[in-house]
Structures are given as structure tokens and as C-alpha cells.
């Protein structure tokens, strides 16, 4: 999606930037990983193809993808690269053609450094602030069945088990937003800084 091609959202423990080619060889490294796969449901790609994906997910319309960096480690710049800053995605999906408030968010922190940090939290609060200027609505997200911290997460953000497949083993979640929540949402990403993405003007100020 190109909404956010120039975007760069600044967050207390997180920065989410446009996902690049430069980003790609470090996200295909974490794909390598078997636990990764089965936590995000996803196939193994060569590099190639993993470019091949990174280009369509930027030009897609139905898709808008953050990657995640750590904000400390990407204060340091510019004397630490924004690839060693990542630390994992964030995506949102318009699943549901007949209905266009409906996104479906999926948050993913690869580097286990990173985990346990409140990292996926606030990459998700940032994402549906953010993806609000679409007329979202209502957001829903579809984890494993087996992974808890996933679920257990966004429970703490409100949203609710609505179902339950045995047979892709997962659980969807969803949070319809009314005013109450609305304003909830705002207060949690207050602190959060727009600014452009690219030209130098999103290095550390």
C-alpha cells in the first residue's frame, strides 16, 4: 500500500517505518526460522522470492506493512543502520471486500531480544491509530491456537475471542471501535510523532 510509502510513525519503545528492499535480506533471515513460520502461518521463500513479495506488498491496495525498529537502537543513528535496528512487522489487511472497516492486524517482533518489551504493543496501537484515516472501523486478528503471548496481547487491547477454527488451529479476535474505545486509542498513541520517511529528514533529531 502506498498510504504510508513516505511515512515514518515514532513511538516510545518502536519507530515504524516503510517496508523496503532494504529491509528484506533481515526479514528473510528471520523467516528461516521454523518457529517463525509456524507462529505467522507462512511458506519458506528464497531471497528472490522475498523481494518479489516485499515489491507487491507495497504496491498492493489491500495491504499496509510497518517494519519494526527498536526506537533506542535507532536513536543512534546515524552511526547504526536501520537494518540492525529491526525487530519485526506490522500489517494490516483489508480481508473483506464488502466491507471496507474491517482490517484484519497482525503484529510480528522476529528479534528475541526484542520480545517481552512491549515492542508488539505499541506497534499495533501505532497501526490502528494510523490506519484510522481509512475509515477503519473494526480490527480483527486470527493468532494460533498455541500462541498465547500473541493472544494474550491483544486481549490487554480490548479486543475479543469471536471464534475459534480447529481446523487452521487459530483464534480470531476482534475489536469494534465506538467512541469509548476511540478515545482509549488516542490516549495510547498521544505520545506518537509523524513524520516523512526518506531524504534524511527521519534520521534522530
Not at 519507530?15 to 526479514?27: F, Q
Not at 490502528?128 to 503471548?149: H, R, W
Not at 480490548?158 to 471464534?163: K, P, S, W
Request: glycine share 6%; proline share 3%; with cysteine.
Amino acid at each position: 500500500m502506498r498510504l504510508n510509502e513516505n511515512t515514518l510513525l515514532l513511538g516510545k519503545k518502536v519507530v515504524l517505518v516503510p517496508y523496503t528492499a532494504e529491509h528484506v535480506p533481515r526479514y528473510h533471515e528471520w523467516m528461516r526460522s521454523e518457529e517463525l513460520r509456524r507462529l505467522t502461518a507462512s511458506e519458506p521463500l528464497t531471497l528472490e522470492q522475498e523481494h518479489s513479495m516485499q515489491r507487491s506488498w507495497r504496491e498492493d491496495a489491500d495491504k499496509c506493512t510497518f517494519i519494526v525498529l527498536d526506537a533506542e537502537k535507532w536513536q543512534a543513528r546515524p552511526s547504526t543502520t536501520e537494518e540492525s535496528c529491526m525487530a519485526g512487522d506490522v500489517n494490516l489487511f483489508l480481508t473483506d471486500l464488502g466491507d471496507p472497516s474491517l482490517g484484519e492486524i497482525e503484529v510480528m517482533i522476529a528479534e528475541p531480544s526484542c520480545r517481552r518489551r512491549g515492542f508488539g504493543t505499541e506497534a499495533v496501537l501505532m497501526m490502528m491509530s494510523y490506519v484510522t484515516k481509512l475509515g477503519l472501523t473494526k480490527f480483527e486478528a486470527k493468532i494460533g491456537q498455541g500462541n498465547e503471548p500473541s493472544i494474550r496481547m491483544f486481549q490487554k487491547l480490548h479486543f475479543e475471542q469471536v471464534a475459534v477454527s480447529s481446523v487452521f488451529q487459530e483464534v480470531t479476535l476482534r475489536l469494534t471501535m465506538n467512541e469509548r474505545e476511540r478515545q482509549w486509542l488516542l490516549e495510547q498513541t498521544s505520545h506518537v510523532e509523524e513524520r516523512c520517511y526518506g531524504d534524511g529528514s527521519s534520521e534522530s533529531q
